[in-house]
């Protein structure tokens, strides 16, 4: 079964702090796709990043930066020096071949509060 | 410019009533899909679409129903069978399912609440 765990149901940090969203994912798939995603107050989903699973290199975006490690099935995500804009939710997701479906699974999402 | 549309963006339901929530996108994405999100909790897919014509349940389709009669339309209903329709409904599409690497692209979502 496929299955992401977003351990860390709500963050409150101090506007400057860096802060590390984790993302645990389960799939059989050898062939997979993860996904990060960010929920403003507006509601509507923004896509942040998408990483394969042959592909382990970090990436940085900005103030962004993701750590993905197959061997601990593990996708986080590290906001450095965060703002207010960044209060949020945050969604990790997988794609797998999983019954042909290629259904995209979702984490239950990290609540981020980033105060001034 | 490209994107997805939903409407409402509130809508409100007696008991008993079926309503019907529209999504309309212009990405040309074969792929389209309907997900539920409740209060603390991630989402869940109601429904989803790969072409035109062909949908399948995903985990939660009792009492709902969808169509995809045409590449630019997903509709969906919310029968009066479905007992705690109270969420928000997104609708999110993208290129073939069968590429796992593309992206979804969501809506602004639809507020549901019964009253």
């Known amino acids: 079964a496929q299955k992401v765990t977003q351990a860390q149901t709500e963050i409150s940090v101090v506007e400057k702090e860096d802060v590390t969203l984790d993302c645990v994912y389960e799939t059989r798939d050898t062939t997979y796709y993860l996904f990060w995603y960010k929920q403003p107050p507006s509601g509507e989903l923004v896509f942040l990043i998408r990483?394969?699973?042959?592909?382990?290199q970090n990436e940085i975006s900005g103030r962004y930066s993701w750590n993905f490690q197959k061997s601990t099935s593990s996708f986080n995500f590290t906001i450095t020096a965060s703002q207010v804009v960044d209060s949020a939710v945050y969604f990790c997701a997988l794609r797998g071949r999983m019954d042909s479906s290629y259904k995209l699974i979702f984490g239950s999402g990290t609540r981020l509060l980033v105060r001034p | 410019d490209g994107g997805i549309t939903q409407s409402p963006k509130y809508l409100f339901r007696k008991e008993g009533q079926n309503v019907t929530l529209s999504c309309e996108q212009n990405l040309n994405h074969d792929a389209m899909y309907w997900y539920r999100q409740d209060p603390g909790q991630g989402l869940r897919l109601i429904y989803y679409?790969?072409?035109?014509?062909?949908?399948q349940k995903g985990d939660i389709a009792e009492g709902y129903s969808v169509s995809r009669e045409k590449k630019e339309s997903f509709p969906l209903t919310v029968t009066s069978a479905q007992k705690n329709p109270t969420a928000f409904y997104l609708c999110?599409?993208?290129?073939?399912?069968?590429?796992?690497?593309?992206?979804?692209?969501f809506g602004q979502g639809t507020r549901l609440t019964v009253v």
């Open positions: 990483r394969n699973s042959f592909d382990e």
């Open positions: 679409s790969q072409i035109v014509n062909d949908f």
């Open positions: 999110a599409s993208s290129h073939t399912g069968a590429s796992l690497n593309t992206e979804a692209f």
